[in-house]
């Protein structure tokens, strides 16, 4: 009986990792110049939210240290992404491709440049 236990566990875990594995950035639409804020939730969740759509949030993984300031304003390029079936979320996922800074913004926060591009 102990044996049976054990064995649908470790076949529970295979699976969750097999799951988890496959929900990978599945790109819905790319967008272009949309204005957005940065909102620093935790060290660790930093979400930026569209400036004409304030209930929606998009994850920034991406997004260089030197942007994880509170209040500021970007503008952003990139990808949307799907949120994987029965995961949830703090955000929409969101790839940036670019990251553009004006220069009050610049000046404000003491950044070094006006532009940022990442890799895919």
Request: positive net charge.
């Amino acid at each position: 009986m102990r044996n049976i236990k054990v064995v649908c566990m470790v076949l529970v875990a295979v699976v969750s990792l097999h799951l988890c594995a496959q929900t990978g950035f599945q790109k819905v639409k790319s967008i272009k110049g949309i204005k957005v804020t940065v909102k620093v939730l935790s060290p660790d969740m930093i979400v930026v939210i569209p400036d004409n759509q304030p209930n929606q949030r998009y994850t920034a993984l991406e997004l260089p240290a030197e942007l994880r300031k509170d209040g500021l304003h970007l503008t952003i390029d990139g990808d949307i992404g799907a949120i994987p079936p029965n995961v949830r979320m703090i955000g929409t996922p969101f790839h940036m491709t670019c990251i553009h800074v004006d220069a009050a913004e610049k000046k404000k926060y003491g950044l070094s440049k006006k532009t940022y591009c990442l890799k895919k």
